[in-house]
């Protein structure tokens, strides 16, 4: 199996990172660093493995697989769950442009992966965007999880805003699952949306019937 700094270099080289790997190493467990902070109860280390792992399974959807691999890596950068509306994303995005720009990236390359971070705050995507499409899709996975997964998950992202009151908490949740179940499907790419989409339908309007 490949460890991540091994998958970080190695996503960083395919997209034309210039940098010598003792820098792709070191940003690599930087960012480890960060995914491990004490306020993530499901925005962690173990999130963005599992969002690796859907980009490399479904890897032959995407144009530019390596480009998507570094936005999984970068889209929860920064994360903060105090912050408000997209901030989060906002910041993420421009610290995934500056770290790859130092990184020796291309700069197109490094607006684009920040472009694709961006995407995660709504997981809105246009017509034609399979690589945005990968990502949203690999980001959303865990909506189809089974049972016992999904409510590790929920409970976990009760942990992480444990600060909010339950009334608020149980609005803002509903909220966010209503506007997940608004478009026509949750994930974009057929082949994933094929595999997935039923599972997540029922779990999020399971949820959204528990919460009211």
Known sequence: ???LP???RSAARGAGATADDADLDAAASYLVGRWTEPQRHYHDVTHLAAVLEVVDRFAHLAPNPDRVRLAAWLHDA???PRALGDANERDSAEFAEGLLTSL????EVAAEVARL???TAGHA???DDPDGELLCDADLAILAADTDRYARYTSAIRRE????PDDAFRAGRSQVLTELLRPPSVFRHAEIRAE???RAQANLKAELEELS
Do not use: K
């Not at 020796?104 to 700069?107: D, L």
């Not at 805003?161 to 909010?164: D, E, F, Q």
């Open 78 to 80: 920064v994360y903060d």
């Open 6 to 8: 091994d998958a970080f």
């Open 1 to 3: 199996m490949t460890s």
């Open 117 to 119: 971070v961006g995407l």
């Open 125 to 127: 995507t246009g017509e």
């Open 104 to 107: 020796g990236a291309p700069p």
């Open 196 to 198: 997935w989409e039923d």
């Open 161 to 164: 805003y444990a600060h909010v």
